[in-house]
């Protein structure tokens, strides 16, 4: 199993929790208050019902009454009439009832005033008016609770759609606040569900952290320090199983003797600061042992009191026995550089000796031809005078060849000192110094801008010498011979080019190019003593940097080497 813990999905939010919780309470809210609202629109409706009803029974009275009015016998007895008394009584009974039934509306009422009394005149001294009064009254009367009854009918109506009204939106906005509770319910048990889930992928995570760990880890228990819990790294270390451990062994009963006497060394005050860590050797089932580094601190309860150890290890025996091969190896490795730092010091003073010690022979030897060839030249004949010619020929070769063995011999022993160095400055004046040597040259030669360096003047001035001097030499056999100094930047560093258009070289005797006394042309050729490559080869190895060439036969060469920029 992996130790990586995976990403943390979304958890159950206390805003999503409110959120689920105010959903619900709206709901309950709103199905009360719609409850409560549809109760009090359906009384409304149920009183305008109600006045509905009553005004037709006004209405039915009314109709009822003017059916009497118009069924009164009225004989003409010129402007006075008679009424039918029966019919009279009834109409006056009619009155009464009405009187009863509009007893909510003053205007009825007045109006009934106004018929009681015509209908008293009727029974005393009838006349036409009143009789039309009468009929007159009670058609205005009509017409008043007809015009009630729209109203109150439309406002019934009213009320009973409101009421609907208000329990269709109540109910689906209820119903819409239930869902979203439902949607949220659910979307809270996806999240506590993948809540649970990573909390599980992370508890075995981190149980296979701890029993895979590279270190081994336990925990005991006071007071008697045996084992609580321990991971399987330190298991396989001391090849028990867990059942063997826990409750039953203490750590220091697998320790050897000496590591016992350590930790018995170390005081309880030593203990409980916990501070750095103590090398100890294990004792193995098979009874090997390992060397491991332990660290312990205290595990206390919320009194502060110590409950037990937490202890960690780390395996060193490998890193134990690499040091011991290391440090042997090391022991070894300044045995091998002491023999052969000496071994090349007195080669280096065989060499600087036999040099030294044959530039005496050589310059008497040059001496004598000298004066033969002045004192006796017409004796020795044209012959002798080519032979002695030979040897003062070999003898300024061997001399130079000489020289150049102690320059090289010299740098083993020189120390480097570094400066400041302007490298176009002092490129112009080797090329300038060379032209003198020489004479007039004909070849061109290009200084180009060449970057400081820090590094030894006269060291690098004889490197620049003996690499545009070969570019002279090698090129001299053109027409148009041309040598360029420039310099590039790779990699941060400043690298210094001098390349001709001369002889060039066959790579495949790259292997020679700077070793000492290993030439690729012949003498007769190009004459030299083949340690000028070699020279500068130490000198740009002295400095830290590195030196390269290339080449073509016909074609012409070019050298490459690094110094140190400016201020390195």
């Known amino acids: ?48 019902r109600a006045w509905v009803a009553h005004t037709r029974a006004v209405i039915d009275e009314l109709t009822e009454a003017k059916s009497l009015a118009k069924a ?21 009974s009619s009155a009464g009832a009405l009187r009863k039934l509009t007893a909510d509306n003053p205007d009825q009422q007045r109006r009934l005033d106004r018929l009681g009394s015509a209908l008293e005149r009727l029974h005393t001294a ?29 406002r019934a109506k009213a009320a009973n759609e409101r009421a609907e009204l208000l329990v269709l939106v109540g109910n689906a906005l209820a119903f819409a606040l239930v869902g979203y509770s439902v949607w949220q319910s659910r979307r809270e048990i996806r999240a506590r569900k993948a809540a649970q889930d990573l909390a599980d992928e992370q508890r075995r995570a981190a149980e296979d952290l ?13 007071p008697d320090l045996v084992y609580d819990r321990v991971n399987d790294t330190e298991l396989a270390w001391l090849g028990r199983s867990r059942e063997e451990l826990i409750g039953k062994k203490r750590f220091f009963d697998f320790l050897t003797p000496e590591s016992k006497a350590k930790i018995d060394a170390l005081s309880m005050a030593d203990r409980l600061a916990a501070k750095g860590s103590i090398e100890l050797d294990l004792v193995r089932h098979d ?35 690499s040091a011991r091969e290391t440090e042997a190896l090391r022991k070894e490795l300044e045995i091998r550089a002491a023999s052969l730092e000496e071994v090349n010091k007195d080669l280096e003073s065989f060499s600087y000796s036999i040099s030294h010690d044959l530039r005496a022979p050589l310059r ?8 033969l060839e002045e004192d006796h030249g017409e004796a020795l004949g044209p012959e002798g005078l080519r032979v002695l010619g030979v040897v003062r020929s070999n003898t300024s070769r061997m001399s130079q060849l000489v020289d150049d063995l102690l320059t090289f011999s010299r740098l083993g022993r020189k120390s480097v000192a570094r400066v400041d160095l302007d ?31 820090h590094a030894d003047a006269r060291l690098v001035r004889q490197v620049l010498v003996n690499l545009v001097s070969n570019a002279l030499k090698y090129s001299s056999g053109k027409e148009s011979a041309r040598v360029e100094v420039t310099a590039t930047e790779e990699d941060g560093a400043a690298v210094y080019h001098v390349k001709d258009n001369g002889a060039g070289f066959d790579m495949q005797g790259y292997e020679k190019l700077f070793g000492v006394f290993q030439r690729l042309h012949r003498h007769e050729e190009f004459p030299g003593t083949g340690v000028g490559l070699a020279i500068a080869h130490r000198v740009v190895s002295k400095h830290g940097g590195k030196i390269w060439g290339e080449g073509a036969v016909g074609v012409g060469a070019e050298f490459h080497f690094t110094l140190p920029k400016e201020g390195v």
């Not at 701890?210 to 006071?222: D, E, I, K, M």
């Open 72 to 92: 009164l016998e009225f004989p003409a007895l010129g402007p006075v009439v008679a009424a039918d008394p029966p019919k009279l009584s009834a109409l006056e």
């Open 364 to 371: 008497a030897i040059g001496g004598f031809a000298r004066i």
């Open 1 to 48: 199993m992996s130790s990586a813990l995976p990403d943390r999905p979304p958890t159950p939010s206390a805003s999503r929790i409110d959120a689920t919780l105010l959903a619900t309470v709206l709901a309950g809210l709103l199905l009360l208050g719609v409850a409560v609202s549809s109760l009090v629109q359906l009384r409304h409706s149920s009183d305008e």
């Open 210 to 222: 701890y029993n895979q760990a590279p270190c081994g880890y336990h925990v005991s228990r006071s």
């Open 126 to 154: 009838p006349t036409l008016a009143d009789a039309t009064f009468v009929a007159s009254t009670l058609d205005e009367m009509q017409t008043h609770e007809r015009a009630l009854l729209a109203g109150r009918g439309a």
């Open 423 to 453: 490298m176009k400055r002092l490129a112009e004046d080797v090329v300038e110094e060379l032209r003198n040597q020489a004479g007039a040259l004909s070849a061109e030669v290009i200084v180009g801008d060449l970057p400081r360096a």
């Open 287 to 321: 009874g090997s042992t390992l060397t491991v580094t332990v660290a312990s601190s205290p595990a206390r309860d919320a009194a502060g009191e110590v409950t037990g150890w937490r202890t960690t290890l780390f395996d060193i025996d490998e890193r134990k026995k």
